[in-house]
Nanobody, 114 residues
Framework: VQLQASGGGLVQAGGSLKLSCAASGSRFNNNIMAWYRQAPGKERELVATITGAGSTNYADSVKGRFTISKNNNKNTVSLQMNSLKPEDTAVYYC?????????WGKGTLVTVSS
């Protein structure tokens, strides 16, 4: 199982970015996929999850601003981030739980300038 995240970059506060995570090695239509982030000096935190049925859950800090989605045909999960704030600056990671193991992609850096 391999996950490859992309789409990070530098954006001004109030701007938008869309992260994508391409999964390979299996199909994950029925698996929970998630985005996490880790800001400098802080622990990794859960940002959003999406189940195989498409149910979503978000951290309170991103509700109403971020949207997680998945494309089962392309085996990808995305995170649309709007109204970005400097406190959203972090390395963002995608994750899938697969047969009892957690698989992480390499992170993609999001920097939001004030």
């Amino acid at each position: 199982v391999q996950l490859q995240a992309s789409g990070g970059g530098l954006v001004q506060a109030g701007g938008s970015l869309k992260l994508s995570c391409a999964a390979s090695g299996s199909r994950f239509n029925n698996n929970i996929m998630a985005w996490y982030r880790q800001a400098p000096g802080k622990e990794r935190e859960l940002v959003a999850t999406i189940t195989g049925a498409g149910s979503t859950n978000y951290a309170d800090s991103v509700k109403g601003r971020f949207t997680i989605s998945k494309n089962n045909n392309k085996n990808t999960v995305s995170l649309q981030m709007n109204s970005l704030k400097p406190e959203d600056t972090a390395v963002y990671y995608c994750k899938v739980n697969y047969f009892g193991s957690a698989y992480w992609g390499k992170g993609t850096l999001v920097t939001v300038s004030s």
